[in-house]
T-cell receptor, first 113, second 107 residues
Framework: DAGITQSPRHKVTETGTPVTLRCHQTENHRYMYWYRQDPGHGLRLIHYSYGVKDTDKGEVSDGYSVSRSKTEDFLLTLESATSSQTSVYFC????????????FGPGTRLTVT | GIQVEQSPPDLILQEGANSTLRCNFSDSVNNLQWFHQNPWGQLINLFYIPSGTKQNGRLSATTVATERYSLLYISSSQTTDSGVYFCAVTNDYKLSFGAGTTVTVRA
């Protein structure tokens, strides 16, 4: 199994509060991704990173920001959480040796009340 | 982005049965992956298969890139095969997922 951990694994927070989710990898992979999974939508890309301090938006980036100060860590921040951001969040990583095969972390279940 | 359609949306099988899941995509791709999401929510890599055929135990997959589809075969299904099967594709490095096929295997 790819060495990917996510923290926290579960979180309940109130509308309007800031939330930061952490993804940590031990594979030294260059690319890291944040997805959200919602019923009826499958998985959708929020943001991704192609190196330290190099990030870009995915298809559902509004309301989210990311940071990557070290190869192994990719942070997802909800500046002011809303109920529409209640979801399961997955981090993924990919290197370059196998043309971008992605491996997923265990997920974080976030509930915004 | 690339559109991905999976069929059927739901599949109920008796243990021991065989099945085929299909994934159609709207553009040329350089990466196609099949995942199994188990009832605990974990996403498990099944195949990385942008073209050709691969087998892993009771599972096999075929991708015909020129015709923009991929098939996942499950043979002699077991209850542990239950879950959602996702196809995901990309032509750069950002995966686009289909909506999934929910498979239920009954003992």
């Amino acid at each position: 199994d790819a060495g990917i951990t996510q923290s926290p694994r579960h979180k309940v927070t109130e509308t309007g509060t800031p939330v930061t989710l952490r993804c940590h990898q031990t594979e030294n992979h260059r690319y890291m991704y944040w997805y959200r999974q919602d019923p009826g939508h499958g998985l959708r890309l929020i943001h991704y990173s192609y190196g330290v301090k190099d990030t870009d938006k995915g298809e559902v980036s509004d309301g989210y920001s990311v940071s990557r100060s070290k190869t192994e860590d990719f942070l997802l921040t909800l500046e002011s959480a809303t109920s529409s951001q209640t979801s399961v969040y997955f981090c993924a990583i990919s290197g370059q040796g196998k043309a971008y095969e992605q491996y997923f972390g265990p997920g974080t279940r976030l509930t915004v009340t | 982005g690339i559109q991905v359609e999976q069929s059927p949306p739901d599949l109920i099988l008796q243990e021991g049965a065989n099945s085929t899941l299909r994934c159609n995509f709207s553009d040329s791709v350089n990466n196609l992956q099949w995942f199994h999401q188990n009832p605990w929510g974990q996403l498990i890599n099944l195949f990385y298969i942008p073209s050709g055929t691969k087998q892993n135990g009771r599972l096999s997959a075929t991708t015909v890139a020129t015709e923009r589809y991929s098939l996942l075969y499950i043979s002699s299904s077991q209850t542990t095969d239950s879950g959602v099967y996702f196809c995901a594709v990309t032509n750069d490095y950002k995966l686009s997922f289909g909506a999934g096929t929910t498979v239920t295997v009954r003992a």
